[in-house]
């Protein structure tokens, strides 16, 4: 659940921390495991939508929310199985579960289709995934106990 505290320090432009999010969630600071930046996420979205892009177009055309749904249906089923989207293997990135504050991520925790279905809803929605908190993650991923990180 986000505080006021969180949305008080996106508001005032970042965490308080020079190590970002990574030392409240408790993520090593660089290399495997550390926080995807902000840069290769977009970038894996970008992939991710292409890929939907070039699907839907294959399988049905002239609507334009075909897209938006096979993008939809790929992350509930490549995080929640997988753990990754086609952009995120491209990038090296991975969606993991994050423990309790301070605790780090859940080694070899499954994401799971649940907690993907929510992260992916709220990736439709678009504004939860473009407005994030004092740690640097979406509210998308917030609100599914998830973060993504680098493998």
Do not use: Y
Not at 12 to 32: D, I, K, M, V
Not at 77 to 102: D, E, K, M, N, Y
Not at 126 to 148: C, Y
């Amino acid at each position: 659940m986000a505080s006021r505290e969180d949305l008080g320090s996106w508001l005032e432009g970042g965490a308080t921390s020079p190590r970002g999010g990574a030392e409240r969630l408790g993520l090593p600071e660089s290399g495997s495991g550390s926080m995807a930046s902000l840069g290769r996420r977009v970038v894996a979205l970008c992939i991710d939508w292409a890929v939907a892009w070039g699907i839907a177009t294959l399988i049905a055309r002239g609507n334009s929310l075909v897209p938006l749904g096979v993008l939809a249906v790929m992350n509930v089923l490549l995080v929640g199985s997988l753990g990754f989207t086609i952009g995120h293997r491209l990038l090296g990135l991975q969606v993991r579960v994050l423990g309790a504050p301070g605790e780090g991520t859940v080694d070899g925790a499954f994401v799971g289709f649940w907690r993907s279905a929510v992260r992916t809803v709220l990736l439709c929605l678009v504004i939860p995934a473009v407005v994030w908190d004092g740690d640097g993650r979406g509210l998308h991923d917030k609100t599914a106990g998830t973060v993504i990180t680098r493998r």
